[in-house]
T-cell receptor, first 117, second 116 residues
Framework: AQSVAQPEDQVNVAEGNPLTVKCTYS??????LFWYVQYPNRGLQFLLK??????LVKGSYGFEAEFNKSQTSFHLKKPSALVSDSALYFCAVRGTISNFGNEKLTFGTGTRLTIIP | DSGVTQTPKHLITATGQRVTLRCSPRSGDLSVYWYQQSLDQGLQFLIQYYNGEERAKGNILERFSAQQFPDLHSELNLSSLELGDSALYFCASSVSGTPNSYNEQFFGPGTRLTVL
């Protein structure tokens, strides 16, 4: 079974400082990893994904994530936080697709990011 | 705007009732996924359809069912509703559905169901 852990329920960062939202995963085989963001009363919005290749993945709104296979982690990062980055962030994993039925996303519990002006 | 639409936005009903949630995927997407988001369970996968056929099942109760129609829109039917069914129900769609594809899923705005 696949699983995702987001160890921090809440992360507070001062505006302009770098931010990191942590994610670790467990999956059989190679992982496909995703980050989504949820703003209040909105659906989940795709930020970035890791499938294969370069361990540093760049996504929307200046976010990036670093895949570390040995630590089974996929931390979300941004060099300089904006107040508008305040939202709920979800990490998700999907196992290697070898057949149909393996495309479901397994989500972490979410991390609420608050950027302090 | 993800291109995935869901109706209604809000639904308030009583225990024991039946409701239908509707989802239209992005143009060209053949796969539709349903997820439930609740405070105690988090975001959980319910079911996936690909081009009209059920493809995968997750933690979906027997009281819940879904289908995908020829025009690719999907409906999630929830019956004999209980207080614990109150949640945000998301639909997502993707191009994928074929082996070795890994496209991201695009989520709709959700339907907030309140069971009183």
């Amino acid at each position: 079974a696949q699983s995702v852990a987001q160890p921090e329920d809440q992360v507070n960062v001062a505006e302009g400082n770098p931010l990191t939202v942590k994610c670790t995963y467990s999956v059989s085989g190679n992982p496909y990893l995703f980050w989504y963001v949820q703003y209040p009363n909105r659906g989940l919005q795709f930020l970035l994904k890791y499938i294969t290749g370069d361990n540093l993945v760049k996504g929307s709104y200046g976010f990036e994530a670093e895949f570390n296979k040995s630590q089974t982690s996929f931390h979300l990062k941004k060099p300089s936080a904006l107040v508008s980055d305040s939202a709920l962030y979800f990490c998700a994993v999907r196992g290697t697709i070898s057949n149909f039925g393996n495309e479901k996303l397994t989500f972490g519990t979410g991390t609420r990011l608050t950027i302090i002006p | 705007d993800s291109g995935v639409t869901q109706t209604p936005k809000h639904l308030i009903t009583a225990t024991g009732q039946r409701v239908t949630l509707r989802c239209s995927p992005r143009s060209g997407d053949l796969s539709v996924y349903w997820y439930q988001q609740s405070l105690d369970q988090g975001l959980q996968f319910l079911i996936q359809y690909y081009n009209g056929e059920e493809r995968a099942k997750g933690n979906i109760l027997e009281r819940f069912s879904a289908q995908q129609f020829p025009d690719l829109h999907s409906e999630l039917n929830l019956s004999s509703l209980e207080l614990g069914d109150s949640a945000l129900y998301f639909c997502a769609s993707s191009v994928s559905g074929t082996p070795n594809s890994y496209n991201e899923q695009f989520f709709g705005p959700g339907t907030r169901l309140t069971v009183l």
